[in-house]
């Protein structure tokens, strides 16, 4: 954002940087005797670095996998494909989005998927299995 005040010749200035949220200024004031011309001054900002930590529980609490704990830059796009646990779905399979302003923590949550076994009649199993991921969607 511009800022403009006027200062007489000689006089001294000191000006506090403005916030700007997700960043930081690479000084936080500007300060100087005032001359007989007219000052433009540059501030850089730059992008703040912040934590995304995602956690991998089971629908019970207990973790599943490692955490993945990743440093970004604010406004960063992030894509994280979650582990693959046999036996076990993932929601969501992909955590994705813009890096905000602040630390953040996500929990990918684990569930059993139920496997079913086929038997003949005599109760032998046959090699036949099949994964049912949700109610109603199963495969072989």
């Known amino acids: 954002p511009d800022f403009v005040k006027q200062y007489a010749i000689g006089s001294l200035y000191e000006i ?14 500007l300060n100087d ?5 007219d000052l433009e001054l540059t501030v850089v900002y730059t992008a703040e670095t912040y934590e995304l930590v995602i956690r991998f529980l089971s629908v019970d ?6 955490d993945v704990v990743l440093k970004l ?10 582990p693959q646990i046999e036996g076990m779905k993932a929601n969501p399979e992909v955590v994705e989005g813009i890096m905000s ?5 996500t929990t990918v949550l684990y569930n059993a998927m139920p496997e079913i076994r086929f038997f003949d009649s005599y109760g032998t ?14 495969f072989e």
């Open 16 to 29: 506090g940087t403005p916030a700007v949220t997700g960043y930081k200024p690479e000084t936080e004031f």
């Open 33 to 37: 005797q005032m001359g007989k011309n």
């Open 61 to 66: 609490g207990k973790p599943v996998a490692d």
């Open 73 to 82: 830059k604010y406004g960063e796009p992030y894509r994280v494909e979650v």
């Open 101 to 105: 302003p602040m630390d953040q923590a």
């Open 125 to 138: 199993p046959l090699r036949v299995k099949t994964t049912c991921q949700l109610e109603g969607d199963c």
